[in-house]
């Protein structure tokens, strides 16, 4: 089946750094990627949504120039937390989608982000 | 505000009992499917219904998807304490290229 990989799991980083998290299909190509943020016990908030050789579309509240997502080949997609804060400390959560279908979404396993 | 609203937020049971979480939207939806996420975990798809009226059985778990594609349910049978775990609707829809998911519902079976 459809797997897709995310790196890292967790990352600690301080105050004012950037942070990349990758999250790649291994065995499928992606036309379009999602972004997902999870704090404790809640449910997963759409960040953004990326295609291929084009801009991300942004969520409502979603700072784009906090949150770049870049989505340069049909199996990479990457979330950079620029300038990152405590409160940018949370679950982040990528998906792919092979496709059009509007189902058959795979999820990569996570990545906890810590600023310190 | 959540596309995707779910009912009961949190739920704790016995080992053996039933229980029915619910998921509900006031706009249609091409699709619907049911998640499982552990803690620290990405959630993990249990079923996709696509057609309204839909059932699916997965073992002690039915899957219905409404007659109008806006709401789903989950029911499950004899609940065991590996049914634990935070259980999320989710859904893309006709008008929007984007894919939502519901505010969730944490259960806990108790032995």
């Known amino acids: 089946g459809a797997v897709v990989s995310q790196h890292p799991s967790r990352v600690i980083c301080k105050s004012g750094t950037s942070v990349k998290i990758e999250c790649r299909s291994l065995?499928?190509?992606?036309?379009?990627m999602f972004w997902y943020r999870q704090f404790p016990k809640q449910s997963l908030m759409l960040m953004a949504t990326s295609n291929e050789g084009s801009k991300a579309t942004y969520e409502q509240g979603v700072e784009k120039d906090k949150f770049l997502i870049n989505h340069a080949s049909l199996t990479l997609s990457t979330l950079t937390v620029t300038s990152a804060h405590p409160e940018d400390s949370s679950f982040y959560i990528c998906?792919?989608?092979?496709?059009?279908?509007?189902?058959?979404?795979?999820f990569g396993s996570g990545t906890r982000l810590t600023v310190v | 505000t959540q596309l995707l609203e779910q009912s009961p937020q949190f739920l704790s049971i016995q080992e053996g009992e039933n229980l029915t979480v619910y998921c509900n939207s006031s706009s249609v939806f091409s699709s619907l499917q049911w998640y499982r996420q552990e803690p620290g975990e990405g959630p993990v798809l249990l079923v996709t219904v696509v057609t309204g009226g839909e059932v699916k059985k997965l073992k002690r778990l039915t899957f219905q998807f409404g007659d109008a594609r806006k709401d789903s349910s989950l029911h499950i049978t004899a609940a065991q304490p590996g049914d634990t775990g935070l259980y999320l609707c989710a859904g893309g829809g006709y008008n929007f290229n984007k894919f939502y998911f519901g505010s969730g519902t944490k259960l806990n079976v108790k032995p």
């Open positions: 998906s792919a989608r092979e496709g059009i279908a509007n189902y058959g979404y795979t």
């Open positions: 065995d499928f190509q992606a036309t379009t």
